[in-house]
């Protein structure tokens, strides 16, 4: 283990074209962070659309189950009323066969009971008729809520397929510059760089108005004259190497 002593880097002096390099990695790096956490979010992103396009189809379902039940309820009734007017007939067909009275007035009240109860199923078939028209009007917000998530998602898709393809491209194309950077860096300055980078994903910060823009921490005015005389200066917070911004 080799601890080196802090003020090594005070022997390196960073060449104009080391720290052009050291700026430009700044910008790499960033860009590279940006492009890959686009590159992970995207999908999810279709995925939770994908997720709502599902959800909606059991919602549609559901409304649609609710019509069929509905629909059920209507049909037994209808034969249930069939069933009475049938049966108010039969009754009625036997009124004049009767005896007396008192069978022609019981007769008589069994088929108006027979009436009353036609005449609340019928209110309840119409009841039904009316609840299924909703029913269908809610049936059909349904499919088209489920059309523009379907369809929003089909967007989406096409969308996010190209710009992964495009931010691919981007971090490709910013990894072979990145390397050329890196490779131009003098051996001290690279190694400083990459402690910093393995750390924090980057490996430089620029110093604005005496603040680290790697931590947006202060750095002293003594930190910032090393950096003014463009020595090896990490952050002392984030070890980026700090580089003169405007
Ligand atoms: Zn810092």
């Known amino acids: 283990m080799s601890m080196q002593p802090a003020n090594d880097g005070e022997k390196e002096i960073l060449s104009p074209k080391t720290i052009a390099t050291l700026i430009e990695l700044n910008g790499i790096d960033f860009e590279m962070a940006h492009a890959k956490?686009?590159?992970?979010?995207?999908?999810?992103?279709?995925?939770?659309?994908?997720?709502?396009?599902e959800n909606q189809e059991k919602v549609v379902k559901i409304a649609k189950d609710t019509i069929t039940a509905a629909q059920k309820r209507i049909d037994k009734k209808t034969m249930e009323i069939e069933g009475l007017a049938q049966d108010v007939l039969k009754l009625e067909g036997q009124l004049f066969s009767l005896k007396d009275n008192t069978e022609f007035n019981a007769m008589k009240s069994q088929i108006a009971s027979r009436k009353k109860l036609d005449d609340d199923l019928q209110t309840e078939v119409l009841e039904l008729f009316d609840a299924i028209d909703s029913l269908k009007e809610d049936h059909q917000k349904t499919i088209d809520k489920l059309d523009e998530l379907k369809s929003n998602a089909k967007e989406a898709e096409a969308k996010v397929a190209e710009e992964l393809k495009e931010q691919s491209a981007k971090v490709e194309e910013m990894a072979g510059r990145r390397v050329e950077c890196l490779d131009a860096l003098p051996a001290t300055i690279r190694a400083t760089y990459d402690v910093a980078f393995a750390r924090r994903g980057q490996g430089t910060a620029l110093v604005i108005d005496q603040i680290c823009k790697g931590c947006d921490t202060q750095i002293t005015l003594q930190t910032l004259s090393r950096v003014m005389a463009k020595k090896l200066v990490p952050c002392r917070n984030c070890q980026r190497i700090l580089v003169l911004g405007e």
């Open 37 to 53: 956490r686009a590159l992970e979010r995207r999908p999810k992103d279709l995925a939770a659309r994908i997720r709502q396009v």
